[in-house]
């Protein structure tokens, strides 16, 4: 019912900037939560930034200042604009989409890639 996909991924040097946006489409209900995750290579999946309902922005310490995060409620629409981009940042990119009532679960997309290097 629910399909969320991403876009924006590439590669950049350090420093440098992306713009990363996610689409949850298949219903008319709005999403409580929405949020970025990442997954360097060798790491575990981890939240970088996540937004809910009622606007409420949260930041993991490792991008905070540096990234910006933001929806469009009706649309389930989801964008992080990442700034000042490092080595560290690298990773493949993953949106979810969390839903209380209609399509209740999580869902998430395929990810984007995410390359900072020289």
């Known amino acids: 019912q629910v399909r969320v996909i991403e876009s924006g991924g590439g590669e950049v040097q350090p420093g440098g900037s992306l713009r990363l946006s996610c689409s949850a489409t298949g219903t008319l209900i709005g999403a409580k939560f929405m949020g970025w995750y990442r997954q360097a290579p060798g790491k575990s999946r981890e939240l970088v930034a996540s937004i809910t309902n009622s606007d409420n922005a949260h930041y993991s310490d490792f991008v905070k200042g540096r990234f910006t995060i933001s929806r469009v409620y009706l649309k389930n629409t989801l964008h992080l604009q990442m700034n000042s981009l490092k080595p560290e940042d690298t990773g493949t990119y993953y949106c979810?989409?969390?839903?209380?009532?209609?399509?209740?679960?999580?869902?998430w997309g395929q990810g984007t890639q995410v390359t900072v290097s020289s």
């Open positions: 979810k989409a969390q839903f209380i009532v209609g399509p209740k679960g999580d869902y």
